[in-house]
């Protein structure tokens, strides 16, 4: 009977931002190996959202920078292969979410190393600012008053 291998296949983590949540694998990819992700191969480099290329998902140059800056302050842009499921809330919350993940995954690679970096930067904290709820009697949104009558 063959034995199973216990080393580690990918570093999970879970970002989230306002009501997006982010779940993050960084798969060690070697260069003969690929990972699949539903019906896609990854490769190492590339960045998968939902079943698509994170460059169609989130376009614009603003965007990349972003998603790139915790793989570019730790040295780790070519090495891994990274799959990302992200639901709720809208592009902007899901993005923030993304990173945050990121840096938790590779905070769980290497915490000496990637930590200090990561919290310097502020990577690493939860932006805990979310909806502020609706309240009863007030006429609609969280913070409109009822139209008060002329006479």
Not at 29 to 45: H, L, S
């Amino acid at each position: 009977m063959p034995k199973k291998s216990t080393a580690l296949k990918y570093y999970q983590a879970i970002g989230r931002r306002k009501s997006a949540t982010a779940s993050i694998r960084l798969h060690l990819a070697t260069k003969e190996k690929e990972i699949t992700f539903g019906d896609k191969k990854v490769k190492k480099g590339e960045i998968y959202v939902n079943g698509q290329p994170i460059d169609k998902y989130f376009s614009g140059e603003s965007n990349k920078v972003e998603y790139l800056t915790p793989l570019k302050l730790t040295d780790n842009l070519d090495r891994f292969a990274i799959t990302v499921k992200v639901v709720g809330g809208g592009k902007a919350g899901q993005l923030d979410a993304i990173v945050l993940g990121i840096s938790r995954a590779l905070e769980k690679v290497d915490k000496a190393t990637y930590r200090p970096i990561l919290k310097k930067q502020g990577l690493l904290t939860r932006d805990a600012r979310i909806r502020e709820r609706r309240k009863v009697g007030m006429g609609g949104k969280a913070r409109r008053k009822k139209q008060s009558p002329k006479r």
